[in-house]
């Protein structure tokens, strides 16, 4: 089965590794640094076959050049945006395909974070094991990327597709940001109990030192505000934080994601 393992990063960031046990092939997804990156393949005794960016931000290209010097690689990325050292530019519904890996990668256009941010998803093949999403800084643990170059109006429809993905995804997003996200989640929908064990058990994680992520895609749809722009006590609380009436979805969303940026 598909997997990746965590590479912790400058403060927050993870990089990952996809990896299939029994075999040395590895993808790297979102390189921000060489060095830890270096370290965990040298550790595992891997084999990187390729370099998989999201979008063009210094903390998830910033290693790709050193990389490159060790490792001949190719580097796929967003067709829309600048990456270093890009060979394979990408853009929905191509396909990224890693023999090495037996993997074949789906990307989506996520447009919102950046203008042209793209995911990788993986599905879990037949037998529907869960499957696997590389979504750099579009879906976070609890929240979502603030919006650099997009509009809300791409965030949502970026966010709303990734909602079709099935519940059993596990959501490798680029940064670890849950409990501060989850503090806000509780602000917009504090009625929400899957949300309030979801906090609990973060916060019992973080003060153990855990990691937070992946997360599956099941729990953010039950608990991350900017997956429930459609809820009643969501867009009543968005509602009362506009002071007039909304549009469930991307005008909900929109007022979501600006009142958690007054807030942080
Ligand atoms: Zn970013
Ligand atoms: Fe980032």
């Known amino acids: 089965m ?11 960031n993870y990089i990952w ?44 290209v910033g290693g790709v050049a050193d990389l490159l010097s ?12 600048t990456t270093p050292h890009l060979t394979t530019p990408l853009q929905e519904g191509d396909r990224v395909e890693l023999p090495a890996l037996n ?4 990307v989506m256009d996520v447009p919102g974070h950046t203008a042209g941010h793209i995911a990788y998803y993986c599905d879990g093949g ?24 997009g509009t809300a109006e791409q965030m949502h429809d970026s966010l709303s597709r990734i909602r079709f993905l099935p519940d059993n995804t596990r959501v490798y997003c680029a940064h670890e940001y849950t409990e501060a996200n989850l503090g806000f989640a ?25 990691p937070t992520v992946p997360s599956q895609l099941g729990e953010e749809k039950a608990t991350n505000p ?30 979501v994601r600006h009142w958690k940026d007054t807030l942080d």
């Open 126 to 149: 037949p037998e529907q094991q869960p499957g696997l999403l590389f979504c750099g800084d579009t879906l976070f643990a609890g929240g979502c990327g603030r919006l650099f170059e």
């Open 103 to 106: 993997a074949s990668l789906r």
């Open 17 to 60: 590794l996809l990896t299939r046990p029994g075999s040395l092939g590895v993808a790297i997804v979102d390189p921000g640094d060489a060095e830890p990156v270096i370290a965990a393949v040298e550790a595992g005794g891997f084999q990187p076959v390729a370099i998989l960016i999201t979008h063009h931000h210094w903390d998830h």
């Open 70 to 81: 060790r490792y001949s690689v190719p580097v796929y990325g967003p067709a829309r945006e």
């Open 2 to 12: 598909l997997t990746a393992q965590r590479i912790p990063a400058f403060d927050d």
């Open 186 to 210: 509780r602000i917009a929908e504090p009625g929400n109990t899957a949300l309030q064990h979801r906090q609990q058990k973060v916060r019992e994680q973080r003060a153990a030192g855990q």
């Open 226 to 255: 900017f997956l429930r722009f459609d809820e009643p006590e969501l867009v009543r609380a968005a509602e009362g934080f506009a002071g007039r009436n909304l549009a469930p979805g991307a005008e909900v969303f929109g007022v």
